[in-house]
């Protein structure tokens, strides 16, 4: 070997990109004055490309594996150059290496409320949120369509265009679909992949596709989620009347019952009342104010329970024709709101409906 060949073979180009970072989607190999070198060896590794451009003009993509850049590796670049079958001057070439790996974890999310027609709601206004993914399908259009001469591009300078498109998507989707706001929950899987192929033909465009879209919340308006709530736990509580029961006995210390609840009201009115008239003061010189008569009685109403099957609700007058009528007996179960469970009518008020006839007059 002579040591013209020793020199050739010591300075042959290896022209390789070792990706360090994670947000690099583009990185033009540096060479002074963009002389290459032939017979250079390429290494485009897995997850990469390599794309050639040639007096501005894209000449050629190479994908994962090791070339030796000469004439006949180089079909495009050798018509683009004029080069003559043994020509071995170095030629003036830009190489971008283009990651194709995903770039995950990306996060979009709707800057405003978007307002959609809830079929239950009405006009309503709502906000989401989610991640995707990126991965570029077409080295050379995403280099011709974004990168341009651009020597380092990462993932950030791309990343607010894509989130703009997805949340105009989102946007167009979600108000086409209908789906009620309950029920979006149970639809972010569907409704990711409606936006992800709305999507896929307007960045194909750009030589990229989302192989995955995720919405990981969607929210109503503070007010609204208020209102909300509080419907929620109006069907939490049930019934209003047993609910102002509870609280009044809770709030006097008695059992948590009808009769101890009811207690607990009329001794709480009992007890003021007494307070007001024997506390000495001298306002017991003047004139007595007439008291404001309480609040008439609430009439109960009944339910009765008869073979695993309940009527009612029924006044205490209907419950005393049926006496009459022998519908109702005393072994009846009759249950009332605030009574504790169900019970037979002899035990409860009703007990008075059931006269007891007299015995047969005296002879003589």
Do not use: C
């Amino acid at each position: 070997m002579g040591i013209l060949d020793f020199l050739t073979g010591e300075f042959i180009d290896v022209i390789h990109w070792t990706d360090d970072t994670r947000d690099t989607m583009v990185w033009r190999f540096d060479r002074e004055d963009h002389e290459i070198k032939y017979g250079a060896k390429l290494t485009v590794r897995e997850s990469q490309a390599a794309v050639f451009v040639h007096e501005g003009q894209l000449a050629d993509v190479f994908l994962p594996g090791l070339y030796m850049l000469e004439t006949n590796n180089l079909p495009i670049l050798t018509t683009l150059q004029h080069w003559d079958h043994g020509f071995r001057s170095p030629f003036k070439s830009e190489i971008y290496f283009v990651s194709t790996r995903r770039f995950t974890d990306l996060k979009w999310g709707t800057k405003n409320p978007i307002m959609i027609r809830d079929p239950e709601f009405g006009p309503t206004r709502l906000r989401a949120y989610g991640t995707y993914t990126v991965k570029v399908s077409d080295p050379g259009k995403f280099l011709v369509e974004i990168v341009g001469t651009d020597g380092e591009f990462t993932m950030d300078e791309i990343s607010y265009q894509v989130r703009n498109i997805i949340v105009q998507e989102f946007s167009r989707v979600i108000s086409a679909t209908s789906i009620p706001v309950l029920d979006m929950a149970a639809n972010t899987r569907d409704l990711g992949k409606l936006v992800a192929e709305a999507i896929s033909e307007t960045i194909s465009s750009y030589g990229i596709e989302l192989p995955e879209l995720y919405i990981e919340n969607i929210s109503l308006p503070p007010a609204v989620e208020k209102a909300l709530d509080e419907r929620t736990s109006r069907g939490v509580i049930g019934s209003l009347e047993e609910h102002l029961h509870y609280k009044a006995g809770e709030a006097l210390g008695l059992p948590n019952s009808g009769a101890g609840q009811a207690m607990g009201m009329g001794m709480g009115a009992g007890m003021g009342m007494a307070m007001s008239g024997t506390m000495p003061g001298p306002w017991q010189t003047q004139a007595a104010t007439p008291a404001t008569p309480p609040p008439p009685p609430v009439e109960h109403v009944w339910h009765l329970a008869k073979n695993g099957q309940t009527t009612g609700p029924f006044s205490k007058a209907d419950l005393g024709q049926k006496a009459a009528d022998g519908g109702l007996t005393r072994e009846s179960w009759v249950w009332t709101p605030g009574q504790d469970g169900w019970m037979h009518a002899e035990d409860t008020e009703l007990a008075e409906l059931f006269t007891v006839a007299p015995p047969p007059p005296p002879e003589g």
